[in-house]
């Protein structure tokens, strides 16, 4: 069984624990130069990256920092040998993520980003669905994910611009990543309109994405307001309804036959999924995920590219 190391110990990084440790997965070492004495005892804990990167312990790194620095520490572990799972956004330009591939290319590592939601039972199953022809031709996408911060939040990374802040980066990723599941190409134009904070981020963005063959997405992200965090994928023939869409665990299909309702609730925290894919996939000696593709990432980063450029300009 490999052994996990973490870059960074924050929020999601301690959620993540509790996913591992739900299916007994090892983690070797954490580095955190704020968090490390609240590490797990068994674990080590560096207060530095470069340490982790050189523990021959570790296999595979989650890097779990703030966006600013996803690029450089995924680089770093894969030169060091070791497979990585990247938190969203993979890195903050789809160059950086292109280079990031070539990267684990070179050194035949597996690398992930992890948008956790890709790997729930519940969002698997939906997605399956609506490219089946369970409701006909998917036509049109509407996703929204939206929460309400508190804007005087001290050194938040959500608001502050040097770590990479923003709306599209931190919950556009998921709508956006739905889109391309379903439509699985690029879009062929977008439309973005925004609400920027004082210091230039997107507080809240719409975006409109369009397909070949007549397909809409239109798409919401916010955290500056508390939307209805559903997916409505249409059909020719019916609909996909997605509660919470990004935890989705519930869904509704309404389609010639009636509605019906499907349940796939999530193991644990549900990141233990994206942890046991990276487990399985690695064994297999894959360097990629079929699910969460590097033409995905590079797609999503080519799209938010694109979308924060229209919406601060
Ligand atoms: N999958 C999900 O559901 C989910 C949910 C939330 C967040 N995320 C993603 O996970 C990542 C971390 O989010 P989080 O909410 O866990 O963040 P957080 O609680 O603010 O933790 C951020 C971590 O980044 C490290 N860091 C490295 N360089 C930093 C810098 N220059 N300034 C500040 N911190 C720095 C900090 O460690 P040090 O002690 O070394 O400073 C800290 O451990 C983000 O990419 C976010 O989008 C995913």
Redesign the pocket.
């Known amino acids: 069984m490999m052994k996990w190391g973490f870059a ?6 301690r959620k993540f624990e509790e996913g591992l440790n739900h299916i007994g997965h090892d983690i070797a070492a954490i580095a ?4 490390a004495s609240e590490v797990t005892e068994g674990i080590t804990a560096y207060h530095n990256y470069d340490d982790l990167m050189n523990d021959s312990e570790v296999d595979i790194v989650y890097v ?7 690029a450089q520490l995924a680089i770093a572990a894969l030169e060091a040998g070791k497979h990585v799972l990247c ?2 956004p993979m890195a903050t330009s789809a160059e950086d993520v292109k280079k990031m591939i070539q990267v684990a290319k070179a050194n035949n590592r597996f690398l992930m980003e ?1 948008i ?1 939601s890709r790997y729930l039972p519940g969002y698997q199953k939906a997605v399956a669905l609506a490219k089946d022809g369970t409701i006909g031709d998917a036509l049109q996408i509407s996703a929204n994910f939206g929460f309400k911060m508190n804007p005087d939040a001290p050194k938040e ?1 959500l608001l502050d611009p040097s ?1 990479a802040a923003g709306a599209i980066w ?1 919950v556009g990723i998921y709508p956006i990543s739905l889109a391309q599941d379903v439509f699985a190409e690029s879009p062929s134009s977008m439309h973005v309109d925004a609400d920027l904070s004082k210091l230039n981020v997107e507080d809240r963005c719409a975006i409109q994405l369009a397909y070949s063959g007549d397909r809409y997405a239109q798409l919401s992200c916010a955290i500056n307001l508390n939307t209805i965090n559903n997916a409505i994928i249409t059909g020719t023939k019916g609909h996909i309804i997605m509660k919470d869409f990004w935890m989705c665990e519930h869904f509704t299909v309404i389609n010639e036959e009636g509605e019906k309702i499907h349940h796939h609730p999530m193991a644990s925290n549900g990141l233990c999924h994206e942890a046991m894919a990276c487990q399985e996939l690695i064994a297999d000696g894959q360097v990629q995920s079929p699910l969460i593709s590097w033409e995905h990432s590079i797609q999503l980063a080519t799209i938010m590219d694109k979308a924060i450029k229209m919406a601060r300009e």
């Open positions: 960074g110990y924050g929020r999601i990084a955190s130069r704020s968090g779990s920092t703030t966006h600013n620095t996803h938190e969203k992890a956790w990374r770590l931190d």
